[in-house]
T-cell receptor, first 112, second 109 residues
Framework: NAGVTQTPKFRVLKTGQSMTLLCAQD?????MYWYRQDPGMGLRLIHY???????AKGEVPDGYNVSRLKKQNFLLGLESAAPSQTSVYFC???????????FGPGTRLTVL | KNEVEQSPQNLTAQEGEFITINCSYS?????LHWLQQHPGGGIVSLFM???GKKKHGRLIATINIQEKHSSLHITASHPRDSAVYIC???????????FGKGTKLSVKP
């Protein structure tokens, strides 16, 4: 099992550009999450999904959109990147909401 | 005030020392997680607990629900334990994990 994978691992964008981060899990988990991690702050939830076709806002959803068209994939989109979105993005998944979460390796995004 | 507070923020220890990392929270919770973030950035879950104590190898996690406090202990610390240790709680009304800022541990040989 690959667990949770994320692509790409690194990306540099210019302000105003768009991109999509892909998260894939092969554990048949219902719940998937997108977090961002910034220096001096704890992980913060951007959006999450409780199953195929569902999405919900987390703590810091502004400027991001998500989609969960297939159970194993959770996409995070930035329509018009801003320097404030420079961060490390982690995807995670879990079988139940309060279960152990399994994290992807992270994507380091820099917006110039 | 942060809902999840960890102490210390940074900790340097000599190999072999007993280490304690503390986590205090201010909200009612259904479960608490301890996670480890490796120097390379990867995050793995160490423990999930809602009461009492759990042990895995040299790692021990305890929780006191009444005092809203949890501790992570590492016995016979080793340089490979060097990492950031993160406490996170499930707040019942929000239903999602709330993370502490982490404790950076460095174990010197």
């Amino acid at each position: 099992n690959a667990g949770v994978t994320q692509t790409p691992k690194f990306r540099v964008l210019k302000t105003g550009q768009s991109m999509t981060l892909l998260c894939a899990q092969d554990m048949n988990h219902e719940y998937m999450y997108w977090y961002r991690q910034d220096p001096g702050m704890g992980l913060r939830l951007i959006h999450y999904s409780v199953g195929e076709g569902t999405t919900a806002k987390g703590e810091v959803p502004d400027g991001y959109n998500v989609s969960r068209l297939k159970k194993q994939n959770f996409l995070l989109g930035l329509e018009s990147a801003a320097p404030s979105q420079t961060s490390v993005y982690f995807c995670a998944s879990s079988y139940l909401r309060t279960d152990t979460q399994y994290f992807g390796p992270g994507t380091r995004l820099t917006v110039l | 005030k942060n809902e999840v507070e960890q102490s210390p923020q940074n900790l340097t220890a000599q190999e072999g020392e007993f280490i304690t990392i503390n986590c205090s929270y201010s909200v009612g919770i259904s479960a608490l997680h301890w996670l480890q973030q490796h120097p390379g950035g990867g995050i793995v879950s160490l423990f999930m607990l809602s009461s009492g104590k759990k042990k895995h190898g040299r790692l021990i996690a305890t929780i006191n629900i009444q005092e809203k406090h949890s501790s992570l202990h590492i016995t016979a610390s080793h340089p490979r334990d060097s990492a950031v240790y993160i406490c996170a709680v499930y707040h019942g009304s929000q239903g999602n994990l709330i993370f502490g800022k982490g404790t950076k541990l460095s174990v010197k040989p």
